[in-house]
């Protein structure tokens, strides 16, 4: 049986696409001709039941600071549910800001904040999880290999089945200082994928970024 992996649903189109595509112009990412791709990851056991804005997010592959690389903007609120990858990320965050869950070997939580300028790096086999800026989203890129080759080489497993639980930011507030984030609303059809598969990303250490300890 293949690993599992991280799949595009289709073309992102429609408000939310164009939405996602000034996000990422306005962090600066040339993103104006890119092609934006969907992942929907509802296809592993336990992640059926979540919409696109619940596990999911936005992405295309351009340029950056003269290299290829793997861009993303999730919507404000937007979550990535528990997951672990086979190889590790490394990602500069250059718009919003994003709650981090992740898990050591013993099973202990903990949760910090990190925003644009910050880098997030997820080592191979560590579970985590993201919840994102009630406004702001977040927008960041990939800065292993050509990010499209990582991306495509990558296995991401979901936790969901496995009692893994994501903190929420009505438990952590985020650096943008907003509180609480509201119910987050259902994704455009044009933005659902029901076919295809999906996965998810990993948490770790970031020194003085870490931020407290959870239960």
Not at 50 to 63: A, K, L, P, R, S
Not at 101 to 118: F, H, I, M, P, Q
Request: glycine content about 10%; overall charge negative.
């Amino acid at each position: 049986m293949s690993a599992p992996k991280m799949v595009e649903c289709g073309n992102a189109t429609g408000a939310e696409a164009e939405a996602a595509r000034k996000r990422l112009l306005d962090c600066g990412y040339a993103v104006q001709d890119a092609q934006l791709g969907i992942i929907h990851c509802n296809d592993q056991p336990g992640c059926e039941k979540f919409e696109w804005i619940e596990n999911g997010f936005i992405q295309c592959f351009v340029d950056v600071d003269g290299r290829s690389a793997r861009v993303m903007d999730y919507a404000p609120g937007q979550q990535l549910q528990p997951h672990k990858h086979d190889i590790h990320e490394y990602f500069e965050i250059r718009g919003g800001s994003v709650l981090v869950s992740k898990w050591s070997t013993s099973g202990a939580v903990e949760s910090y904040t990190l925003k644009a300028g910050d880098l997030l790096e997820i080592p191979a086999g560590v579970p985590h999880a993201l919840h994102c800026d009630p406004s702001a989203g977040l927008q960041f890129h990939e800065l292993v290999g050509t990010g499209e080759e990582a991306f495509n080489k990558r296995s991401t497993e979901f936790l969901v089945t496995q009692g893994y639980n994501m903190a929420h930011p009505s438990c952590a507030v985020l650096n943008t200082g907003q509180g609480d984030l509201a119910a987050t609303p259902k994704a455009p059809r044009s933005l659902r994928c029901t076919s295809r598969p999906a996965l998810p990303y990993l948490g770790e250490q970031f020194g003085s970024l870490r931020g407290t300890d959870r239960d």
